[in-house]
Every structure is written in structure tokens, then in C-alpha cells.
């Protein structure tokens, strides 16, 4: 997804065959596309791109205390690493769907200076949680 000034891009998908009241987790990756086909070395997290995105499911209770992004180094491979955002989202189903929403701009935060950046998401699994 290429970020626009016009507002943000989605995609998203309905999440069906869920039982109501089980708990899931729903785990995805997320980068920036720049870094995976011209990379260049960034040591920490100050020097590389942030996701500037939104992940959301509609229609479910999140579970706050177990959800979380987190990013990270992809050392040691690719050569020269690459920072990659894990979302961990844990949920608990209110009916048998609900709506899956990933979008490279958070549209109830007011725009950054980052139009242009170019963000992937890559797998995206969704299994039951057990407590």
C-alpha cells in the first residue's frame, strides 16, 4: 500500500465460522516496502520506518491485555535486516463474524508527513486462543 494524501487505504475481509464467546488471536507482519527492496542498514528502532497503519477487527471484544505491535530486527536473515511490526491481536467473539481491517494510515489520527511510504503486510493467521 502506497500511503495518499486523498486518505488512506483498507483492505478487508470478513472473518466467518467464528463461535461466540471463544477467544482467537490473529497475528500479521507488517514493513516497509522500501526497506525490503533497497535496504539499508538501520541499527535501531529511531532510524527505521514506522508503522503509521491501523489493524482493526469490527464486531468483537479485543482483549487489550494480551493484544500488542511490537516491532523488531529480522537478524540474521536478510543480510542487511529489516524492521518488521508483529500485531498480536487476541479477541473474543460476539457472533459468528466480524470485520478484519488493515489500512496503511490510522484515519482517526491527523496525517503525518509520511505520504508516499509504501508499507507490506504479509502473514496474516487467525486460529483459536486457548486460556
Avoid at 502506497?2 to 464467546?21: A, H, Y
Avoid at 482517526?108 to 487467525?126: D, I, K
Amino acid at each position: 500500500m502506497k500511503r495518499s494524501s486523498k486518505g488512506p487505504n483498507t483492505s478487508s475481509q470478513t472473518i466467518k465460522d467464528l463461535q461466540p464467546g471463544r477467544l482467537y488471536s490473529l497475528k500479521m507482519f507488517s514493513c516497509d516496502y522500501q526497506d525490503l527492496v533497497n535496504p539499508k542498514e538501520k541499527k535501531n528502532r529511531d532510524e527505521a520506518n514506522p508503522f503509521y497503519g491501523k489493524v482493526s477487527i469490527d464486531g468483537v471484544e479485543i482483549d487489550t491485555e494480551r493484544s500488542f505491535n511490537e516491532a523488531y530486527l529480522s537478524s540474521p536473515e536478510p543480510p542487511i535486516p529489516v524492521w518488521i511490526t508483529y500485531h498480536w491481536i487476541v479477541f473474543r467473539a460476539k457472533s459468528t463474524t466480524a470485520q478484519f481491517t488493515m489500512s496503511d494510515w490510522d484515519s482517526s489520527q491527523p496525517p503525518t508527513a509520511t505520504f508516499g511510504q509504501e508499507q507490506t503486510f504479509n502473514f496474516l493467521e487467525l486460529e483459536p486462543y486457548h486460556e
